[in-house]
């Protein structure tokens, strides 16, 4: 093994996360890097996804604010980033940026790059989105460089003061980690299977939700609005993929509605629908908008930063302010009474995936971006580069 290659840590809360968006970069760094996952193992068996080089380090970080067990992992992380002296520090996700962040600084860690997906503050109100909203600029503070997963993100960030413009970027035209269009894509054999599964005919229109059911992402909206709208498309129906972690669902929401709960092969539910449907109050990006692009879905989504990246309007998709089922209703009606329409704008959603979003373009943008930063950090410094002190502040 080469001892001059970078060495490099990721930290984050969720193997979620990990499995949904950071699997492919953490591949190709591992090619010519020595990469660390820090991460509750305890969640998920990260091993197996990632490659065997890669060194996994237990971490408990969780989502939720417990005082005594984040000063715990604080410490344990500091003691960890001292004793490897990374070369740099990736951190995702809102409490894995806070604590990877802070004790990548005080243990003087030259790089350190925290990677925004989103904020919760933006749905919060008072006390609580101002506390919220404190912990990212302090989280932004410690970093030596940030990313956004959408420009639209990166302009609301920069204009709430969480950080100045020449402290964050994108990646290309946004994501965080780009469509796999191998595993994305049109597919009639899925289609023909999962739509024999839940009843739905060949010609019947059907509507599309993946993720988690949550009231911020809209779900009961959507089902108010596809109550309406299965009265003059009868043949309607719609599929509700991913798990309910707020008990939003009852075990029968009606005729047409299939409950699918949590799935491995989302794409095949995707191969299998018509309009794919976000109806969220925040998102950083909305990945699973451009995962259905690439199956060839136009979108039916909430006009709010993020998700503007995500779908073109009038071209790729149809947005509507979030919260408003009549807007919704009105838009899931225009492309349910135009089959021409839906496909036009599902073609034009591929093309754009392919142009802009493959997984391996923004793999290799992030791999030579974080190289490039390490490199100029080692010349910046030179020998004393491990032990160097970069100003946060």
Known sequence: MNQNRPSICFTLTSPFV???FLRGHITCLSRQSKVTVCINTRESDIAAVLPG???IFHTEIRREITLFKDALALVRLYTLYRRKKFDAV???????????????????IPVRWHWFTGQVWVTRKGLQRAMLKGIDRLTVACSTRVLADSPSQRDFLV???????????VLGEGSISGVDIRKF?????????????????????????????????GVTNLLAAFKKLRKEFVNLHLLLVGPDEEKLLASDCGQGVGIVGYTKKAEAYM?????????????????????????????????IYGITDAVVENQTGLLHRPGNVDEMTRCLRRLLSHKKKRRIFGNKALRRVKA??????????????????????KNLHGPQFRNAKTSAF
């Open 271 to 303: 191969a299998a629908a018509d309009i794919i449907c976000l109806p969220s109050y925040r998102e950083g990006f909305g990945s699973v908008l451009i995962e259905g692009a690439a199956c060839g879905l136009p979108a039916v989504a909430s006009r």
């Open 185 to 217: 894509r049109p597919d009639p054999t899925a289609r023909r299977k999962i739509r024999r599964k839940w009843g739905i005919p060949d010609a019947a229109p059907c509507l599309l939700y993946v993720g988690r059911m949550r009231r911020e992402k």
């Open 159 to 169: 204009g709430q003061k969480v950080v100045l413009p020449n402290k964050i970027n």
């Open 53 to 55: 080089e890669v060194e």
């Open 18 to 20: 990990l499995n949904a």
């Open 90 to 108: 990736i951190t995702v996700t809102p409490k894995g940026g806070l604590l990877g962040m802070l004790a990548a600084y005080l243990a003087k």
């Open 356 to 377: 802009s979003f493959r997984s391996q373009h923004i793999e290799k943008l992030f791999t030579s971006s974080l190289t490039n930063h390490i490199s100029k950090a």
